[in-house]
């Protein structure tokens, strides 16, 4: 599902931000990839999620090779990812429930009716984001607009769910929804990648780890001791 091969990463001819970074991850696989601030976490994640090529190296997703994949074969690969990047990006002047609902009109849904409803709904109810359905986007508080962004990418069942520090501005009870729903995504059998700093969430939900360190991937099998 997931193949990255001797992928190296570097802004401006400046240093590695990752180096030869390699990663194989099989449909349903459950990876965190941890590592301190700089580590290289949010770059490796926009790479797979596709809003980054790598500098060296390749990288193929779902038995395709970024590098020479065709625009209508990239574009149905984007569909197939629900991204949650770091810096969330919703749009501003949209409702929560609009802001949701435009995720699946770009994944191909013409009308948000009936079951595109329900499903919009059900995932805000398990998100504690039904009373703000209607507010505008930029009126909510960090850690809503986050769950936002969790709405935004899983009504979309996708098959890769790739969460840059999804649960970083969550309370206990919204981080431990949250991984609630992504476990529950993970045994329909979505494959996840979770960048996360929270050593709690690892050491309860005990899955392989992909450990960065200056941009260097190495890893804990089973046993994480993050
Ligand atoms: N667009 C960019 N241009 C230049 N440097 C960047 C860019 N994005 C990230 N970096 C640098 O790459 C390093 C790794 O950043 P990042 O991938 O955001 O790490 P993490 O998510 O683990 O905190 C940092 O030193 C950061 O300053
Ligand atoms: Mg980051």
Known sequence: MIHLSSVTKWYHNQVRVLDQVNL???????IY??????????SLLRIL?????????????????????????LRA?????????????????????????????LAGHRSIRGEAKTRIEEVLGRLHLV???????????????????IARALVRQPQLIIGD???????????????????????????CVIATHDREIVR?????????????LGFEEAMCTY
């Open 165 to 191: 520090e999804p649960t970083g501005a969550q309370d206990k009870e919204n981080t431990w929804s949250m991984m609630d729903l992504l476990m529950k995504n993970n045994i329909n059998g979505a494959t």
């Open 77 to 105: 690969i984007r569909q197939s990812v629900g991204y949650v990047p770091q810096n969330v990006r919703l749009i501003p002047d949209l409702s929560v429930f609009d802001n949701v609902a435009l995720s699946l009109s």
């Open 204 to 216: 309860r939900v005990r899955k392989r780890c992909a450990v960065l360190t200056a941009g260097r």
């Open 131 to 149: 009373q703000k359905r209607d507010k505008l986007a930029n009126t909510l508080s960090g850690g809503e607009a986050q769950r936002v962004a």
């Open 33 to 42: 990839v941890i590592g301190g601030s700089g580590a290289g976490k949010t």
């Open 49 to 73: 999620a596709t809003e980054e090529a790598p500098s060296q190296g390749s990288i193929s997703l779902f038995g395709y090779n970024l590098a020479t994949v065709s625009p209508s074969t």
């Open 24 to 30: 194989d991850l099989k449909k349903g696989e459950f």
